[in-house]
Structure formats: C-alpha cells, structure tokens
C-alpha cells in the first residue's frame, strides 16, 4: 500500500502543473522534455512523469539542480552566442488554448552553472554544482493588479507576478539573455518557476495536501561561445545552498482583500556581469562632479 505521504504527493500533483516543451536557443528551435523522458532532440533534462515540482523540504537535495528527473544528461548541447537569447514554452493545462502553464502568482528566476567540461557529463549528484542567478521577476507593484483573465480565479497581490505576465502576456513563453561577459564553454541554464499559490501554509490543503513553496527547476545543456573578449567570473552559490527549508513559509494571501504588497525573491541576488563595473563607477563620478561645478 501506498504511504500517506506518497498519497498526498500524488494528489499534490494532480493539480495543474508543466514541463518546458520548447526552447529557442540563439534562433534555433528544439523539442523539449516530455512527461517522464527525455526527447532525441533537445537540450531540455527530463522532467518527472506528472510534470510536478520539487517540494519545500527538498530544497537541499539534488532534485534542486535540475528537477527530481534532470540528473542524467540529454543527447543535444545547444550552441549559443554569449549576448544572445533562450526563450523556453511552459507547456500546462490552463490558458486560452488549454497548455500554458497553469499556475500565476509565483516568481521567474534564471541561474547559469557550470558543466566543468562536457554537460553531458554532468551528474546533478556532483557536489561542485555551483550556480549563479543572472535574472529575476516576482510581484511587480509598478503594474496594476490584473483581472481575472483566463485563471479559474483572480491572482493575489497588488501587482502583477512573474508568472502571470508569462502566460497572461507571453503565450507561456520565458526569455532570458546569456549575458555577453560569459566565458566560453559548457553550462546549464537553470531556469526555474517559483509558485506560490500553497506557501501559506506549509501543512497544505485539501486540494494541495503537501503546503509550501512548489519549486519547478528545468536544465538547458548550453555550449556558450562567441563571447566578445570581455569575461566576467561572477560568485557561485552551491545549488544546494541557494535555498532554506526555515523560509518556505510565505502568505501570499494577507493582508487581504489584495494580497502582500512586496516579495522577496529568495536564492542569491542577479550578479552584475557588466565589465566595467570600476570604469561605471568612475564615470558616475565625474559626471557628478561635472554637474556639481556648472551649477556653483
């Protein structure tokens, strides 16, 4: 027989939930994961058979780095240009055409790890998983609180989430540029989806029994040249490390009847890959101290 805890996974995944099916790596189309396997042609690690996530509790294992089905490596390594773009299609079961990503109030992250030599050699068991996040979205209260839409009820919050913007506005489509300041060589681009929707309580519902942050990490093997001359090592974060069980907790939902009115993005901050940071500090400066004597 099943263990209550193994019950209450299965209908935690019963709900709405995906897999990144498509990726655009530099203008060039690739398949993406299938439910449970991996497809000839594509970049995209495997997810798990019911497209679920990787609950709270096991932020601190591997499943983090690449999923619960992304530890073993794909047969494409896509070639990108550092400077160009990824875009990735959540496939779902919401939407006006019923397979955009099913879920709205969460945030989008975006992280680089290094494969150490050929991605197809990556174990995500390999303690030197080491990440470092180079773009990010949650609740953007610049934006007006949106309607109803195509979700089965209105997302919380005074602004506009990530993940609503993907789908409501994007076609569940995500885009995020390989910073130009790459070093050449092999990576994974660990893109992830944050959904908060059962953060409140951590015990779960009814309809999710397992509570908590549903963390949704998808691996892209990437082969990133053409860099323009100018490399910029940023600080790693083992992957393992980016997240802590003691901050699942996160009501989404109070103060009501709007919802939080600010978010904390968790994991390390966007690193700054520009390569002229001291240069730009430099020329603030002078800029300042030339404002500064025109008008005294």
């Known amino acids: 027989m099943l263990s209550k ?28 994961a299938n439910y449970g ?11 798990p058979y019911d497209g679920g996530y990787v609950p709270y509790y096991n932020v601190n294992t591997d499943d983090i780095v690449c999923g619960a089905n992304g530890h073993g490596s794909v047969p494409v390594t896509a070639t ?41 050699n990556f174990q995500t068991s390999y303690g030197n998983a080491r990440v470092y996040k180079i ?28 993940m609503d913007d993907m789908s409501r506005n994007w076609g569940s489509w995500h885009t995020v540029t390989i910073p130009a ?35 949704y990490p998808a691996c892209v093997q990437l082969n990133v040249v053409n860099n323009s001359g100018n490399v910029v ?22 103060p009501a009847p709007n919802g939080i009115e600010h978010f904390d993005i968790p994991g390390p901050n966007v690193v700054n890959t520009s390569p002229y940071k001291r240069s ?5 400066r002078h800029a300042r101290r030339e404002a500064f004597g025109k008008t005294h």
């Not at 090592?233 to 109070?254: C, H, K, L, M």
């Not at 730009?280 to 603030?284: G, Q, S, T, V």
Request: charge should be negative; hydrophobic fraction near 30%.
């Open 80 to 120: 990108v240009n550092a400077g160009d773009d990824v875009k990735l299609r959540w496939h779902g079961d919401r939407g006006p055409t019923g397979d955009y990503w099913g879920h709205y109030e969460g945030s989008v992250m975006d992280y680089l790890m290094r494969c150490d030599g050929d991605c197809s």
């Open 5 to 32: 805890l193994a019950l209450a996974s299965l209908a935690a995944y019963a709900s709405a939930h995906g897999i990144v099916s498509q990726v655009m790596v530099g203008g060039q189309w690739y398949n993406g």
């Open 135 to 162: 773009w990010e979205a949650g609740l953007d209260t610049s934006q007006p609180r949106p309607d109803q839409g195509f979700w089965p009820s209105r997302p919380q919050g005074d602004g506009l989430w990530a």
């Open 280 to 284: 730009a500090r430099r020329a603030d």
């Open 233 to 254: 090592y940023p600080p790693e974060t083992p992957v393992r490390e980016i997240y802590s069980t003691g901050d699942a907790q996160v009501n989404i939902y109070t």
């Open 181 to 215: 300041t790459t070093a050449p060589g092999q990576y994974m681009l660990r893109h992830e989806l944050l959904a908060l929707q059962a953060a409140s309580n951590l015990a779960g519902t009814a309809e999710t029994p397992i509570g908590g942050p549903q963390y």
């Open 37 to 47: 396997s991996t497809n000839d042609n594509s970049p995209v690690r495997g997810f």
